[in-house]
Each structure stands twice: as C-alpha cells, then as structure tokens.
T-cell receptor
Framework: GAGVSQSPRYKVAKRGQDVALRCDPISGHVSLFWYQQALGQGPEFLTYFQNEAQLDKSGLPSDRFFAERPEGSVSTLKIQRTQQEDSAVYLC???????????FGDGTRLSIL | GENVEQHPSTLSVQEGDSAVIKCTYSDSASNYFPWYKQELGKGPQLIIDIRSNVGEKKDQRIAVTLNKTAKHFSLHITETQPEDSAVYFCAASPTNAGKSTFGDGTTLTVKP
C-alpha cells in the first residue's frame, strides 16, 4: 500500500516507562506531522517536519515528548516517563509539501496503566 | 493561536436527507480549510477542501462553502446514505504553516 503506515497499532505501557511510536510517510512526501487525539476530540498538533528539519514543535506538551526524522523519511515520536494523561491516539500525517492536503495514518492507540 | 469551533456535536438524519455541519475560526491568516471523515479505528480521511480564494466547492454529493468575512465555513452532504455515518472534522490552516487546527468533530448518523 502507498498510504501512511504507523506502528505499533496498539501500545500498552506502565506509567513511568518510555515508548517509541513509528511513522512511515508516503514515499517522497517532504512534510510530516504528528497529532494527538484524545477520546471524543479532534486531533491536536504536536510537531512538524520538513524533510529532516523539525520546523515547529510548539504543540509538544512537555519535554518528555521528543520527535525525530533523521533521514527525512521515517519519523519516531518518543515519550519518556509516560503518565496516564499521555493515553491517546497518536496520528501521523504526511503531505507533498505544506500547501498540499495531509494524508493520515490510522494511528497508534497508546494506553498508560 | 487559531481556534476552531464546530457544530453540532451530533447529527442524526434519515437516509436521503441532507446534513449540514458548521465551523467558525478565529485567525484571519487561515487560508486552507479541509474536511475529514473518520471511521472507528481509522485515521481521518480528507473528503473535500477549500482555499480562501474560493467561496464554494462541490464534489458529487459533498459541498463546502466559505465566508471569509464572517470566518465560517460549512459542509453540506446531500442524499445521505448509511455509509456516510462517521465522525466529521473541520480544520483550518494558516498561510505558509503546515499545521491544522481541528474542530471537536460531529458524529453523523444516517438512519436507513
């Protein structure tokens, strides 16, 4: 398939553990976005990459959240010392450039016990 | 920052009727307004979008209107079908910035 792929689809972790969420964007897409979606709400922006450059990280809730895209393709969102309020669906989207529509993956559902 | 409000939060219609969802935004710099459909367990899927230089756009049974002066835009679905049942989100994006600000969604139920 040529869509945005996210893994794992589901992740359960104990409070205090670190987690890493992966996003494989559509091949050739230079822009990549991470969003957090709480139950019953719309996605909320976390961070944005253009190629390997992180141009906007204003939505990251705390310094426990870290994102990288070292080669301008695959991206990883890392959450350190997880807390219960981190439980949400984490969505990744990519686009050909920032002026074009974003294509979303199906997300990773993170549950912190 | 941008604030997007979406109404109603739930909408139930009979098959064949029309459905209208409305959104308002606050940042006059926003110039791109996509609409997404999200089914259970799936990511949002773009169904239609509009840019600020256009007042209306239509794609088969779906249409979107934009009033930049009033800062509101609407989604219109005609001849609704049960498979239109889903959560719909509006969003707004400012010029030269990639991030979208989403509304809180509308759960549309189309009763057969």
């Amino acid at each position: 398939g040529a869509g945005v792929s996210q893994s794992p689809r589901y992740k359960v972790a104990k409070r205090g553990q670190d987690v890493a969420l992966r996003c494989d964007p559509i091949s050739g897409h230079v822009s990549l976005f991470w969003y957090q979606q709480a139950l019953g709400q719309g996605p909320e922006f976390l961070t944005y990459f253009q190629n390997e450059a992180q141009l906007d990280k204003s939505g990251l809730p705390s310094d426990r959240f870290f994102a990288e895209r070292p080669e301008g393709s695959v991206s990883t969102l890392k959450i350190q010392r997880t807390q219960q309020e981190d439980s949400a669906v984490y969505l990744c989207a990519s686009s050909g450039d920032r002026a074009r529509p974003q294509h979303f993956g199906d997300g990773t559902r993170l549950s912190i016990l | 920052g941008e604030n997007v409000e979406q109404h109603p939060s739930t909408l139930s219609v009979q098959e064949g009727d029309s459905a209208v969802i409305k959104c308002t935004y606050s940042d006059s710099a926003s110039n791109y307004f996509p609409w997404y459909k999200q089914e259970l367990g799936k990511g949002p899927q773009l169904i239609i979008d509009i840019r600020s230089n256009v007042g209306e756009k239509k794609d088969q049974r779906i249409a979107v209107t934009l009033n930049k002066t009033a800062k509101h835009f609407s989604l219109h679905i005609t001849e609704t079908q049960p498979e239109d049942s889903a959560v719909y989100f509006c969003a707004a994006s400012p010029t030269n910035a990639g991030k979208s600000t989403f509304g809180d969604g509308t759960t549309l139920t189309v009763k057969p």
